[in-house]
């Protein structure tokens, strides 16, 4: 059998298993061991697995998924949420569409100490949805708004995906994190004019006025406990006293300790945050695993490296290799989650990427590539037919077609699509607050 037509059994097999609904990890891993035996026998396969898992799980840095996983637990089970959305709402409330506003501010505020897009959009949907039907927005203006919101979890730091490349690149995690900040920030401000643009367009979806609720020093005092996680996790990364799975430890124990204050989290909820970082953690190193075996088993055809070099020589430039690559996953999310993605395909794309001539050193390249597949990856959390942050926050709604969902993310997917050509042609915004980073 070919090269060519081994990895195409390969992907089909693997897309074969997603269709009947077999785990992500166990398609990978199916399809990797099947594509390995058949080139290189079961006792090369016998060896690789005898080692394999233990290389990458002893990795120190892995231990930061956790905790940062941990961190957004300890915030969403202890009631952060809502002082975030008071506070958002007596800023914003004042314009028209200014509570659905209002809730993406709630979510990149929340999703600076969470680093998970599907926690952030539940935790502020469960705040500011009621809060939205109240005052008169649509259902599809409201559901949209939180589930676009949502995607700012993994948007702005910390990133589990952005960990995670980091991870497969061997790139600085806190130099990532700082690459993504101004980016995470633009795409907050992009919903926000998203939104204010949609209900001067299209009215009847939003109330004339909002109730402006007043900026109180209770709502100031509300976010500080966040405002210090932030800066204290952060600050200390980027100024080099911690490195990120430091930071990520004094984070989740600030939160913890944020959550007892606010008087929110008992023995019931303390025991769920670590039974969920649990299950998500085994989860994404289930990933891992299943991804390893996979790109092992592309490996040995040679491909990804036959297709670096095909690539090469059609004689694009290397803006276009980057837009197709950042097309397909456009298309892959259609099928499968972002993790996976990454997973799956950076270790393919990657050093096809990295050989290009940019004009940047390549450091900046590497950082400068996973904002865009950060920014990227976060279509097919909206994007039918798998959205699932459009299926989270449905779900929350009730009796709401799921039809109005997705018509209300149409314009916060606009926004995506101009903030990521923005960042493409001009890559100095994403790398700016990098050479600040010790």
């Not at 005092?221 to 990364?237: E, T």
């Not at 085994?282 to 790109?295: R, V």
């Amino acid at each position: 059998m070919s090269p060519i037509a081994l990895t195409v059994l390969i992907f089909a097999l693997m897309l074969g298993l997603m269709a009947v609904r077999v785990p992500i990890a166990v398609t990978m891993f199916v399809a990797g061991c099947i594509g390995y035996v058949l080139q290189a026998g079961w006792l090369p396969l016998a060896s690789f697995l005898n080692t394999q898992a233990f290389a990458r799980f002893a990795s120190y840095d892995l231990s930061v998924i956790p905790l940062f996983i941990l961190m957004g637990n300890f915030a969403t089970q202890g009631g952060i949420s809502q002082a975030l959305f008071e506070f958002a709402a007596a800023v914003m409330a004042r314009f028209k569409g200014g509570l659905a506003m209002a809730a993406v501010m709630a979510c990149a505020a929340f999703g600076a100490i969470c680093g998970s897009s599907v926690a952030t959009a539940a935790t502020i949907t469960q705040v500011a949805l009621p809060e939205l039907k109240r005052h008169g927005y649509s259902g599809r203006l409201a559901t949209g708004t939180l589930a676009a919101g949502g995607t700012l979890g993994i948007l702005i730091p910390p990133s589990v995906p952005l960990v995670i490349y980091a991870i497969l690149t061997e790139q600085n995690i806190a130099k990532l994190f700082a690459a993504a900040m101004v980016p995470g920030i633009i795409a907050m401000l992009g919903y926000m004019v998203a939104i204010a643009i949609y209900v001067r367009l299209v009215p009847g979806h939003a109330p004339e006025h909002d109730d402006a609720p007043r900026l109180t020093a209770s709502s100031l005092w509300g976010i500080a406990p966040i405002a210090v996680i932030f800066v204290v996790v952060f600050g200390g990364i980027y100024f080099g006293i911690f490195t990120p799975t430091e930071g990520a430890a004094v984070g989740a124990a600030a939160t913890f300790v944020a959550a007892l204050a606010k008087r929110e989290i008992n023995w019931a909820r303390f025991k769920q945050c670590f039974y969920a970082t649990a299950e998500s953690s085994a989860m994404i190193f289930m990933i891992f695993l299943g991804a390893d075996l996979m790109n092992a088993a592309l490996a040995l055809t040679q491909v990804p490296g036959q297709l670096a070099s095909v690539v090469q020589g059609f004689g694009l430039s290397p803006l276009a290799v980057v837009g197709a690559i950042l097309l397909f996953y456009v298309v892959l999310g259609a099928v499968m989650d972002e993790l996976s993605m990454i997973l799956l395909t950076i270790p393919i794309f990657f050093p096809m990427v990295i050989g290009l001539d940019f004009g940047m050193p390549r450091e900046s390249v590497a950082i400068w590539f996973g904002i865009m597949v950060l920014m990227t990856v976060g279509f097919g959390l909206l994007a039918p037919p798998v959205g699932l942050n459009v299926y989270i926050v449905n779900g929350m709604a009730k009796d709401l077609p799921i039809a109005e969902s997705y018509r209300g993310v149409l314009p916060f997917l606009i926004s995506d699509t101009l903030r990521t050509l923005l960042l493409l042609f001009v890559p100095p915004i994403s790398l700016w607050l990098v050479k600040y980073v010790g």
